[in-house]
């Protein structure tokens, strides 16, 4: 686990959560910057398991995939990652929660802020989708950044955007750049534009 910021005073805590076979290096220089330093930010290792889609390697996934679809994925594996979450903020005393993650990490916090009785203040999906669960015609209010490729080769743009659709989200800021299944500078100000309005 990735820690910065954790000894000044800050505004809030960000949990971000990294994408299939990183870990939490992955996202230091895109959070290691001035912009960041009044944020507590917790960047936590997703557990070593044996995913589907790329021959049961074993590599560091919130959760298995057997497709790109993303068909077929496990709720227990979603339910086993959030007690990682619940961790985290029960180990910090934070007034303010963010959440957020890239591509698999987006979806977890999706999945996260959809089902947690714990109070999150925003979410941030980079590159991600809602899992296909049941969530019981839930309603949310929580405010939402959504960003996604139009070129994404790993996550459809119109798979991830039609995910949405099984949540009546009311405060969902969707955005879409020129790009694939990565991250551009613009988004840095995405982020920090949507922070100060929390």
Known sequence: ML???KESHTKALII?????????????P?????????????IPNAPLRPVSLNQNMLMR??????????????????IDSSQIIDKIINNFNHD??????????????LYYGA????????????SGFLPNFSYAHKNMDTPIL?????????IDIKVSQQSMSQI?????????????HNVVNEQISDFLEFLEKL
């Open 146 to 154: 959504k960003i996604h490729g139009t070129h994404d080769e790993i």
């Open 96 to 109: 303010k929660v963010i959440i957020g993650g890239f591509s698999q990490g987006a979806a977890l916090s």
């Open 16 to 28: 971000w959560l990294h994408g299939l076979g990183a870990d939490s290096n992955d996202f230091f």
């Open 115 to 126: 089902t947690s009785n714990n109070k999150i203040n925003g979410i941030v999906c980079f």
């Open 168 to 180: 009546n989200f009311s405060n969902l800021n969707s955005k879409s750049y020129n790009m694939g």
């Open 30 to 42: 895109f959070f290691n910057i001035k912009e960041f330093k009044n944020y507590h930010i917790v």
């Open 61 to 78: 996934a919130w959760f298995d995939m057997k497709n790109l679809t993303l068909e077929h994925l496990n709720e227990s594996d979603f």
């Open 3 to 5: 820690q910065l910021n």
